[in-house]
């Protein structure tokens, strides 16, 4: 991907950044930061830029690791529900195989259950003659 050389302003103060990231992307980014750190300093008049650059970096950072947690548990329970559907597949498989294989023994069941009733009426006829 091509950099991309963006302007912005943050707090009155003019920057230019290389990013790879769509141009328009960076320069919102930078508008959020703007507003972040101005409704810092609204909040306390006390505060120096610099000291309400690094209180946004913190929510930042917060954010980004809370974010990142949420993924990984994410992640982690979509690997457990992935697990469970092979579980789950697998027993199927299994059930399916059964089922056939039962299916099977009913019907030689069948075919062994005419063949004795034939023998039987034909014994029958044997000694009823």
Do not use: P
């Not at 963006?6 to 990231?21: F, Q, W």
């Not at 101005?38 to 690791?65: C, F, H, P, W």
């Not at 034939?118 to 009823?128: C, H, P």
Request: net charge neutral; aromatic share 4%.
């Amino acid at each position: 991907m091509a950099a991309n050389k963006v302007r912005m302003t943050i707090m009155g103060a003019d920057y230019s950044v290389i990013a790879e990231d769509d141009a328009q992307y960076v320069q919102l980014l930078g508008k959020e930061l703007d507003s972040k750190m101005d409704g810092i300093i609204k909040a306390n008049k006390r505060l120096s830029v610099t000291q309400a650059a690094v209180l946004a970096a913190l929510d930042y950072a917060d954010e980004s690791k809370k974010a990142t947690a949420t993924a990984d548990r994410l992640r982690e329970q979509i690997k457990d529900y992935l697990d469970d559907a092979s579980a789950a597949k697998s027993k199927a498989d299994i059930s399916r195989h059964e089922a056939e294989k039962y299916r099977k023994e009913v019907e030689n069941l069948r075919t062994e259950n005419e063949r004795l009733k034939r023998e039987l009426s034909a014994v029958l006829d044997r000694i009823g003659s």
